[in-house]
């Protein structure tokens, strides 16, 4: 029995993201030890321990889900829903009344089952609004990145200003590169020099005696 009541047990939250990711690892990866993912349902799931279909949409109707329906089907949802809330008031007044009154009344439990059925159809109202919460988070989102993207895009072009201002101020504020004339080094005599050991003819200093005996060593090599 108690067997059987362990396995019934769901958990209402989804394992610690540890058990997940610690399977997709580079080494796992790479060796192909990491798990494939789950095949996409066709039919038929459960979760949380209820039964769904594939194929039913995200906010089901009333009727398929076993209540019976308090609002006709073309009706305005903040009507509803406002006269929903005043039933529910109304409805838990009567219950308080019946506990003061007649605690073991049969009428008790009606009147909790009536306040859980006009509770399920306001909660079923408010989900119906979740698709255009949902539009509508994502748009202010969107509209929030766009704004900040402005805003930087605004605050770099400032700073490019700036920058330019300063680097410009920087150049005007730079001193004349022309150099003091005393500091100055005259090369129109060095050119003047290299020109005339250019144009005056090769002179041979060389000593006599140092030519004689070169002279005597080639005789010698080539005897």
Same mark, same amino acid.
């Given at each position: 029995m108690a067997n059987n009541q362990e396995a019934m047990q769901v958990c209402s939250l989804p394992l610690?993201?540890?058990? @997940?990711?610690?399977? @997709?690892?580079? $080494?796992n990866i790479r060796r192909g030890r990491a798990s494939k993912p789950p095949p996409i349902i066709q039919e038929t799931y459960t979760m949380f321990g209820?039964? @769904?279909?594939? $194929?039913?949409?995200?906010?089901?109707?009333? $009727?398929?889900q076993g209540f019976k329906r308090l609002y006709p089907q073309h009706f305005d949802r903040r009507r509803e829903l406002r006269k929903l809330n005043h039933s529910l008031l109304v409805n838990f007044l009567d219950l308080l009344d019946l506990l003061i009154q007649c605690p073991d009344s049969p009428r008790r439990a009606e009147k909790v089952d009536d306040i859980s059925l006009l509770?399920?159809?306001?909660?079923?109202?408010?989900? $119906?609004?979740?698709?255009?919460q949902a539009r509508e988070t994502v748009r202010v989102m969107l509209d929030l990145q766009r704004r900040q993207r402005n805003e930087t895009t605004i605050r770099l072009q400032k700073h490019i200003d700036k920058v330019s201002d300063i680097l410009q101020q920087t150049l005007e504020n730079l001193p004349d590169t022309e150099l003091d004339s005393k500091l100055m080094v005259d090369t129109s005599k060095i050119d003047r020099l290299e020109q005339k050991n250019a144009d005056e003819p090769r002179v041979d200093k060389c000593?006599?005696?140092?030519?004689? =005996?070169?002279?005597?060593?080639?005789? =010698?090599?080539?005897n």
């Open positions: 610690p993201p540890v058990q @997940y990711f610690q399977n @997709y690892s580079d $080494e209820n039964p @769904y279909n594939a $194929e039913d949409s995200i906010i089901r109707p009333l $009727e398929s509770f399920i159809h306001i909660h079923h109202l408010l989900n $119906e609004f979740r698709p255009h000593v006599p005696k140092d030519k004689l =005996m070169c002279h005597l060593i080639d005789t =010698m090599n080539t």
